[in-house]
């Protein structure tokens, strides 16, 4: 298998091409708007001879740009469609083999151009077979706060309390930024990022050979912002909110024919309340003991957010696009932990007062170069991306005992610093073969360092002294260099896709002491398949299969954390392994009218899959991460989206999936079989003078394992909204977690003990948000975002 894998890795990467030349008349040109001169892209293109019956038909690229050939002799006309613009008819004497048309410059139509810009807008939810997107300026409930909060509303996703992104009830999810891997994904990173940033979540069950094979549950993509329209625009957005949140994000862009400047300004002050209670039992020796403990978390989190970048144009044919992004935060916490133990009665207390100061600082540099070709759909693209980020977090922490004697406990203080830098690059090529039929291939790789040092000490009678002997730097370094290739065409109503990918990745942790020396690299294969099949112009069914990887993150694999609590510890695991799933999906896309169903059914097979182990040691409750033998999921999901009036929106989303783990790990037996489901229902009015009300309910069935039971999590969020200002500005009030009903409620059970937690991390939230935009209202011609830069 490896020496296969090699082969055709190298296979790709000097893999070309040989085309022939058909010997038709070809007409080519390209498509702008009058006025402006900007690109349309997608425009209907007819061939049509002297009855008007239809010969050849085509549409014209993202840019605009088209080519379309017929072996036909004599006088043809070619029409020219776009909605909201005035159709084009250009009769033509076919007396050469090669006709370039130059550039047709199209006009709005006046008559219809107000209905089209009112009509025309997108759904907040929109679906396809293999690919649900969430649209966020439609979504009034994601506008206000961070991107953690925008994916707790995005179908089939959820969200953990420590910021763990879950999709279909599994944790094993990639999530990308503009179809990238980024540092603003890792950890709670996703908290810092505001999510008026970000245009559109792209949701892919199964993706194909074309992404990282990462993540066995699926990809999400986030796509930020990007400008849109010509000439001066942008605007200014200010958030108000209780707990205090104080947003404030101007954006200013220009466009012209050649340049687009983007640039977007976030300033963000927020105070985040946390409730945390505990009660724990021991048997040991045959003796009951129980603690009672409560943590009260007050954070205050500042950020500033700068992204700015052009793309060029020197031509229709080739785009450059560079762009710079910083993420700084600064945050200031503080927590105060109550341990009250008991055997019989209560007979000891202890307080434990907490304080850090952190910082990070995240950078990432873009560049991409997009060449189209005179071949309608052909295109190259090359990509690099450079991130480096730096963080240091401070614990002072100080342990009182109240009972039943008033005891200083020694000060506690630790220190965490750490660094990264990443490097990627990767080179795609699309090659149409036929009308229906189409080549891709790519290649990439990508080199990761990172290095963290940890430091905790105590003090006794004024001298400092390690705890543990937790003092290390451990460097931690990756390369995973991949190829791909894949195949699609269609014929009649059945389409295919056939794809492959390799990928070799190496991983080494090395620290400073010689305790985790752990060196590994392998070399794999990545296959995917998707078949549809249109059953009518409504209703359409995919099957897909692929292949999938899940990589230990860096926080699974670090042998040390925080020591914030005094009863409980989580450690990393440097031994971690990857897991790998097949993953098959049967799925359904069908229009009724005004009602869109969507059904799958899919099934998971994970070898190796990592989950969470607790154990007791030295009288410390520690949990790390563990590789068990296999994990079974297969469930159905259903989404519906009914829009029976222009101003009412619902959707609704249930999902059921069986689930069988099984492995042993330090004599725990973790085999275990069990049903869950999730569901989640929404709804948008929109009132007259543009006054709009939205609600969200979401529901998360009981989750359990061999070790620990989640009961059911359920939540509501509420939103208003108005514009006005001839749609130059917005009003929008929202309420996340209203009621704070968002609890999380888990019982921990092992050898001699049982745990039960229940968690808040973030109490209900109030927020007035304040949009005025400039030159971006009022009716627009229909222009689409180019999707070459950022996808």
Partial sequence: MKQIAIIYTLLICFCGKSSAQLKERVFSGQVKEKSSNIEIPFVSIAILDLEGKNIASGMADEKGNFSISIMQKGKITIEFNFMSYRKISQPIETDKNKFDLGTILMEPDPMVLKEVSITATKSAVSLTLDKKVFEVGKDILSQSGSVTELLSGVPSVSVAPGGAVSLRGNSSVLVLINGRRSGLTAGAALEQLPADQVEKVEVIANPSSKYDAS???????IVLKKNKKSGFNGQVRLVGGIPNETRFSPSLNYKSNKLNLFSTIGLRFSDYVGLYKTDQNVIQNGINSRLNQRQDENRHDDGRLVYFGADYQPDSLNTITVAYLLNATK????????????????????IRLGESWERRNYNQLEF??????????????????????NSTKNWNLSTQRILPSLQQRPEIRTNSIGSSKDFAAQSDMVIPISNNSTVEYGIKAENRKVSTGFLA???????WFIIDDIDNDVA???????????????????????????????VNIMDSRGLYDSKKDYLKLFPTVHLGYSLSKSTSLQLSYSRRINRPNLNSLYPFNELTDYNSRYIGNPNLNPSYANVFELGLLGHIGVLTVNPSFYYQHNNGVIIDYSYREDGLFISMPINIRLEERSGAELLLLYNPYKWLKMNMELNVYHFNQAGIYASQDFGYSGNTFTSRFGTQVKLQSKFSVQARYNFSGAVNNAQSNLKSVHAIDMGVGQSFLKDKASLLFDVSNLFNLRKFSTTTTGREFIISQVVSPNAARYRLTFVYRLNLSGDQSVRQAKSGNRN
């Fill in 331 to 350: 945050d200031h916490d503080k927590t105060k932990l109550a341990y009250n133990y008991f055997s019989s009665v209560q007979d000891s207390s202890l």
């Fill in 368 to 389: 991409n170069y997009t060449k189209l070709f005179k071949k309608p759909g052909k295109k190259l693209t090359v990509d690099m991306q450079y991130d480096f980020w």
């Fill in 215 to 221: 993540g066995s549950a699926g990809i999400i993509n």
């Fill in 457 to 463: 000490e105590s003090e006794t009678a004024n001298v």
């Fill in 476 to 506: 931690y370094n990756e390369f995973i260099g991949s190829a791909y290739m894949q195949f699609r065409s269609k014929i009649k109503n059945f389409s295919y896709q056939l794809g492959l990918r390799s990928e070799y990745t190496e």
